[in-house]
C-alpha cells in the first residue's frame, strides 16, 4: 500500500512540473503551430490557384491551336476554289476575289504615286498630315493622334505603304545587324494588334533612333483592334531610321489569315472607301518583309523557328516576295500535280510520312478543345507537305535535288491527292524554307517532326537547334510565335530564345508582356511589363479568376457545337436517365449533370426553317462562312446574292464532308432574305448563329 501511495506522488510531481512547463512555453508553441498551419494554408491556396491557371492556359492555347488548324485547312478549301472551281462547276458563280488571288499591278511606282496624291483630303479631317521624306515630327503627330484615337486618312496610308514597298524591294531576305555601332539592340516579339503594349514600350524604352535600334520579329497584326495603327507606326519608324528600324516577317503577315483573325475586316471598316486598295498594297508589303534577321554572326533571329531542312545560304537566295502567303502551295507546284479525284469530293487528309498520320474524326475536335495536344485530336490537316524521312535530307535544293521517283501527299480540297513529279520546283522548296521560319516550334525532345498541333510548320529538338547552330557558326536563335506567361522563355539548354510582347493576350491579366536588349556582349536582358487599364491592380486571385472564366465560355461555345452528337454519346452512358455520368475512374466521386451542360447557353436567334443540327453545323463554321462570305461580298456591302450563297455552301459542305440538302440550304436562304429582294444582309444571318450565355445576360439585366 505504502508503496502504491509513494509512487503516485512521485509521478504526480513529475506531472505537475511538465504542466508548468508547458504553460511557460505554450505562446510560442502556439504561434510555431500557427505559422506552420497558415503556411500549409497558403500553400494549397497557391497550389490550388496555379492548377487553374494551368489548366486555363491549356484551354487557351489549345482553342487558338485548333483554330489555327481550321485556318489552314481552310487555305486548302481556298486553293482548290480559286484553282479548279471552273473545272468543276463552270456554271456557278465568279467566287474568286483579288484578296485571295492577287495580279501583278501594271501601273508604274510613279503612276500609282500620282494617284495616291490625287487621293482628296477633306477640310473637316483633323488628323496628322505626312510629308515625304517622313521627319520626327510626322512620327511625333502619329503617336499623338493614335493615342487620341484619331485615324490617319486613307491618302497617307496608301503613300506610307507604296514607300515601304519601295524600300522594302532593296531589302535582303536575311538582314545582318551590328552591335558595335549601338550600345543595345531591343527585340521585340508579337504586338498583334495591341497598341497600348507598343506605346508602353516606346515609354519604358524610347522611341526607335539612331542610338536606340529596334527589332520587330514580326505578328504585328491580327487579334488586336488597333493593328493598322501599329504597322503605320513601324513603318513610319523604319521609313524615318531605316539603318535603326527592322522588322521580321510573322505568320500573321499573310493576306489569307489577315481574312479569319481579324485585320482584313479591321481595314475595311477604317477604310471603306480604299480600303482593297490598302489591303492590296499590303499583301506586297508583307510578301517583302524579311524573313530573318542575324546579328553579330551570332545571334538568329526569326519569328516561328526552323527545321531540319533550314539552308541560311538557301535562304539568301530564294524570291520571297512570290510567297504572298505561307498557306497556299505555290501555283507552279499546283499546275504540276496529278490529282486523283475519287467521285466526289471526300474530306481533306494531308498524309504526312513523318508523322504517325494525321487521319481524323471530326468528332475529336471536342477533346482538342479541352486540351488535348495529341495529333489524333486534330480536325485539320498539315498546311506544308513534307517528303518522306527517307529523302528528307534529299530535299534540300543544295546541293541536289529529289530524285525522280520522289512521290509526296499534299493537302487538295477533301481528296487523296498523290504528286508525282520528277523534283519539286524550286518556288515549292523556297515556299517550304519560309513555312518552317514563320510557323515552327521547339520541343524538348530531339528531332524533327511536323507540327501537328498548329497544324504548319515542325516541332524542332535541341539537337537540331545545335546542329544549325554549330553549322553557321552561331551561339543563339531567338523566336516569337507562341505566348508565354512571363513573356519569355528560355529552352534548349539556353540556346533557344521565345520572347512575347502582347500582354494580357487571352484575358486580363492572363500573361506579361517582355522585350530583350542585347549588347556587344550578346547577353540577353529581359524587360517585363503588363499593360493595365485599372485603376486598382488586381489580385492574382482576381486576374486568374477572370481569365477562367473566359476561358471556360470560350470552351462551352467549343463544345456547344457538337450538343447533339455529345447528349446522344452522355446518354449512352446514362441508361437510367438520371442526367449524371462519371467522368472517369480518377475522379470517382465525381458527377456532371450532362442535361445542364447547355442551359446556360443557346443561340442568338431562333430560325423556325432551320433544325437544330443545322444550326450546330453553321455556327461550328461561321467563322469559316464569315470569311468565304466576306471573299465573295467584293463591294463589301454586306449582302451576296442567294445563288452566291448556294454555291458556296454547297462547295464548302463539300468540301468539310457535311451532308446539307439542296433543300435545307434553299429554305435557310429564304428564311434570312428577310426583304425579299434577292439578297443576303449576310451580318444578320451570322448574328442569328451567335452564341449567347443565358447568365451574362441574366447578369447584365440584374446589373
Known amino acids: 500500500m505504502g508503496c502504491g501511495t509513494s509512487i503516485a506522488t512521485e509521478d504526480q510531481g513529475k506531472t505537475w512540473e511538465k504542466d508548468e512547463s508547458t504553460k511557460a512555453s505554450s505562446p510560442?508553441?502556439?504561434?510555431?503551430?500557427?505559422?506552420?498551419l497558415i503556411q500549409r494554408w497558403y500553400r494549397r491556396y497557391i497550389a490550388r490557384l496555379e492548377m487553374r491557371r494551368r489548366y486555363t492556359w491549356s484551354i487557351f492555347q489549345s482553342i487558338e491551336y485548333a483554330g489555327e488548324q481550321d485556318q489552314l485547312q481552310l487555305s486548302s478549301f481556298f486553293s482548290f476554289m480559286l484553282d479548279n472551281f471552273a473545272h468543276l462547276n463552270g456554271n456557278g458563280p465568279d467566287l474568286s476575289s483579288p484578296l485571295l488571288d492577287p495580279s501583278d499591278d501594271p501601273m508604274s511606282e510613279e503612276g500609282r504615286w500620282a494617284e495616291y496624291e490625287q487621293i482628296e483630303v477633306s477640310d473637316l479631317y483633323n488628323g496628322p498630315r505626312l510629308s515625304f521624306p517622313l521627319s520626327v515630327r510626322d512620327t511625333n503627330a502619329l503617336l499623338s493622334?493614335?493615342?487620341?484615337?484619331?485615324?490617319?486618312?486613307?491618302?497617307?496610308?496608301?503613300?506610307?505603304?507604296?514607300?515601304?514597298?519601295?524600300?522594302?524591294?532593296?531589302?535582303?531576305?536575311?538582314?545582318?545587324?551590328?552591335?558595335?555601332?549601338?550600345?543595345?539592340?531591343?527585340?521585340?516579339?508579337?504586338?498583334?494588334?495591341?497598341?497600348?503594349?507598343?506605346?508602353?514600350?516606346?515609354?519604358?524604352?524610347?522611341?526607335?533612333?539612331?542610338?536606340?535600334?529596334?527589332?520587330?520579329?514580326?505578328?504585328?497584326v491580327d487579334r488586336g483592334k488597333k493593328s493598322m495603327?501599329?504597322?503605320?507606326?513601324?513603318?513610319?519608324?523604319?521609313?524615318?531610321?531605316?539603318?535603326?528600324m527592322h522588322l521580321n516577317r510573322g505568320n500573321h503577315e499573310d493576306h489569307i489569315m489577315n481574312l479569319r483573325y481579324g485585320f482584313t475586316k479591321e481595314v475595311m471598316q477604317k477604310y471603306k472607301t480604299h480600303g482593297r486598295d490598302i489591303l492590296q498594297l499590303l499583301q506586297d508589303v508583307f510578301s517583302l518583309l524579311p524573313v530573318a534577321t542575324v546579328i553579330d554572326s551570332k545571334v538568329l533571329i526569326v519569328h516561328g523557328g526552323i527545321s531540319d531542312m533550314t539552308d541560311l545560304d538557301f535562304l539568301g537566295s530564294i524570291e520571297r516576295h512570290k510567297v504572298k502567303s505561307a498557306l497556299r502551295l505555290p501555283r507552279s507546284s499546283v499546275d504540276s500535280l496529278k490529282v486523283a479525284q475519287d467521285g466526289k469530293l471526300d474530306s481533306l487528309y494531308c498524309k504526312n510520312s513523318r508523322s504517325k498520320g494525321l487521319e481524323t474524326k471530326r468528332n475529336q475536335l471536342v477533346r482538342q478543345s479541352s486540351g488535348s495536344s495529341s495529333s489524333s485530336s486534330s480536325s485539320s490537316s498539315l498546311c506544308s507537305p513534307r517528303v518522306s524521312s527517307r529523302n528528307r535530307r534529299r530535299a534540300q535544293l543544295s546541293p541536289s535535288m529529289l530524285s525522280p521517283a520522289h512521290v509526296a501527299q499534299v493537302p487538295f480540297l477533301d481528296s487523296m491527292v498523290s504528286i508525282t513529279h520528277p523534283t519539286p520546283p524550286r518556288e515549292e522548296v523556297e515556299w517550304k524554307q519560309i513555312v518552317d521560319l514563320l510557323w515552327s516550334d521547339p520541343?524538348?525532345?530531339?528531332?524533327?517532326?511536323?507540327?501537328?498541333?498548329?497544324?504548319?510548320?515542325?516541332?524542332?529538338?535541341?539537337?537540331?537547334?545545335?546542329?544549325?547552330?554549330?553549322?553557321?557558326g552561331l551561339s543563339l536563335l531567338i523566336r516569337s510565335h507562341e505566348c508565354k506567361q512571363e513573356g519569355y522563355e528560355v529552352c534548349h539548354d539556353g540556346q533557344v530564345i521565345t520572347i512575347f510582347s502582347a500582354s494580357n493576350y487571352y484575358e486580363e491579366g492572363s500573361n506579361?508582356?517582355?522585350?530583350?536588349?542585347?549588347?556587344?556582349?550578346?547577353?540577353?536582358?529581359?524587360?517585363?511589363?503588363?499593360?493595365?487599364?485599372?485603376?486598382?491592380?488586381?489580385?492574382?486571385?482576381?486576374?486568374?479568376s477572370v481569365a477562367e472564366g473566359s476561358a471556360l465560355k470560350a470552351l462551352k461555345e467549343k463544345l456547344?457545337?457538337?450538343?447533339?452528337?455529345?447528349?446522344?454519346?452522355?446518354?449512352?452512358?446514362?441508361?437510367?436517365?438520371?442526367?449524371?455520368?462519371?467522368?472517369?475512374?480518377?475522379?470517382?466521386?465525381?458527377?456532371?449533370?450532362?442535361?445542364?451542360?447547355?442551359?446556360?447557353?443557346?443561340?442568338?436567334?431562333?430560325?423556325?426553317?432551320?433544325?437544330?443540327?443545322?444550326?450546330?453545323?453553321?455556327?461550328?463554321?461561321?467563322t469559316d462562312l464569315e470569311i468565304i462570305f466576306n471573299i465573295i461580298d467584293k463591294d463589301h456591302s454586306g449582302l451576296i446574292s442567294i445563288e452566291e450563297f448556294r454555291q458556296t455552301w454547297n462547295l464548302f459542305s463539300s468540301h468539310l464532308r457535311v451532308p446539307i440538302e439542296d433543300s435545307a440550304i434553299d429554305d435557310l436562304a429564304r428564311s434570312i432574305d428577310f426583304n425579299k429582294d434577292g439578297s443576303i444582309d449576310f451580318n444578320e444571318f451570322l448574328e442569328a448563329f451567335r452564341v449567347v450565355h443565358r447568365l451574362d445576360t441574366k447578369d447584365q439585366q440584374q446589373g
Open 512 to 544: 506579361r508582356g517582355a522585350y530583350i536588349k542585347l549588347g556587344p556582349d550578346l547577353v540577353p536582358r529581359f524587360f517585363q511589363y503588363q499593360v493595365s487599364h485599372c485603376t486598382r491592380k488586381l489580385t492574382l486571385h482576381q486576374r486568374v
Open 145 to 220: 493622334a493614335f493615342k487620341e484615337q484619331q485615324t490617319l486618312h486613307a491618302r497617307y496610308v496608301l503613300q506610307l505603304l507604296h514607300q515601304t514597298k519601295k524600300f522594302l524591294k532593296q531589302m535582303p531576305n536575311v538582314i545582318h545587324l551590328s552591335t558595335s555601332y549601338s550600345k543595345e539592340i531591343t527585340i521585340c516579339g508579337d504586338l498583334h494588334g495591341r497598341l497600348d503594349d507598343l506605346l508602353l514600350i516606346f515609354y519604358k524604352n524610347g522611341l526607335p533612333s539612331g542610338e536606340n535600334p529596334y527589332l520587330f520579329n514580326g505578328d504585328f
Open 229 to 244: 495603327e501599329i504597322i503605320i507606326i513601324l513603318f513610319a519608324f523604319l521609313l524615318l531610321y531605316p539603318d535603326h
Open 560 to 622: 456547344f457545337t457538337h450538343r447533339s452528337e455529345l447528349m446522344v454519346a452522355f446518354q449512352q452512358y446514362d441508361k437510367y436517365n438520371t442526367g449524371k455520368i462519371s467522368t472517369s475512374e480518377w475522379a470517382q466521386a465525381v458527377d456532371v449533370e450532362y442535361l445542364s451542360c447547355f442551359d446556360d447557353i443557346c443561340l442568338g436567334q431562333s430560325i423556325p426553317q432551320v433544325t437544330q443540327n443545322l444550326a450546330e453545323t453553321l455556327y461550328r463554321y461561321r
Open 28 to 36: 510560442a508553441l502556439i504561434a510555431m503551430k500557427a505559422a506552420i
Open 443 to 472: 520541343k524538348n525532345q530531339n528531332g524533327c517532326t511536323p507540327n501537328t498541333f498548329r497544324g504548319g510548320g515542325c516541332y524542332f529538338g535541341p539537337d537540331v537547334t545545335r546542329k544549325l547552330l554549330k553549322k553557321n
